[in-house]
């Protein structure tokens, strides 16, 4: 017995408009909701490229004095995240207010946080924030962990003594 491939889509369904043929050398727009009105206004921060943001951690960071600040492409190596920033802080007090910053700071423009991970007396804090993720540590858990050893292969974009 054979089955026929079925052409999907193919059928519009009862009751839809006849979809009428593309324009030569015209790139149609993807179709809106019905009622929904075109933007006029421009895209929220949460649509900034993604290397805007990580500068902005960068600055952010910096703020707060911590130390050894490497900001790295990483989008080339995976799809969890496009760039990430690695920095170190002198005390789980400078730490938890590096931390504190970049959350705060990215809020404050609009930015969503995914998540945070890991507290001050860890020696370790993580934050999501969507394309970028920002690694915090101590200085002796930064130089164990080795994250820049782990993505050598990565475009260092900033590094800051």
């Known amino acids: ?3 026929e491939p079925q052409d999907v889509g193919a059928r519009p369904e009862p009751g839809a408009a006849p979809e009428t043929p593309p324009t030569p050398g015209i790139v149609a727009a993807p179709p809106r909701r019905p009622g929904l009105p075109a933007r006029t206004t421009p895209p929220p921060a949460s ?3 993604p290397l805007e943001v990580a ?4 600055e952010l960071v ?10 790295l492409e990483i989008a ?8 990430l920033v690695v920095c170190s802080g002198g005390s789980e007090r400078q730490l938890g207010a590096i931390a504190d910053a970049v959350v705060e700071g990215l809020k404050h423009d609009g930015l969503p946080i995914v998540g945070r991970e890991g507290e001050p007396a860890s020696h370790w804090v993580l934050i ?7 690694h915090v540590f101590a ?12 993505w050598a292969d990565a475009r260092t974009v900033v590094s800051v003594q």
Do not use: S
């Not at 080339?76 to 760039?83: G, S």
């Open 55 to 58: 500068r902005r951690v960068v």
């Open 139 to 150: 200085p002796p858990e930064r130089e164990y962990y080795a994250l820049e050893k782990l």
């Open 76 to 83: 080339p190596f995976t799809t969890v995240a496009d760039y």
């Open 1 to 3: 017995m054979e089955i």
């Open 62 to 71: 910096e703020d707060k004095k911590a130390a050894d600040i490497v900001l």
């Open 128 to 134: 999501d924030a969507g394309a970028v993720i920002v």
């Open 47 to 49: 649509e900034r490229p």
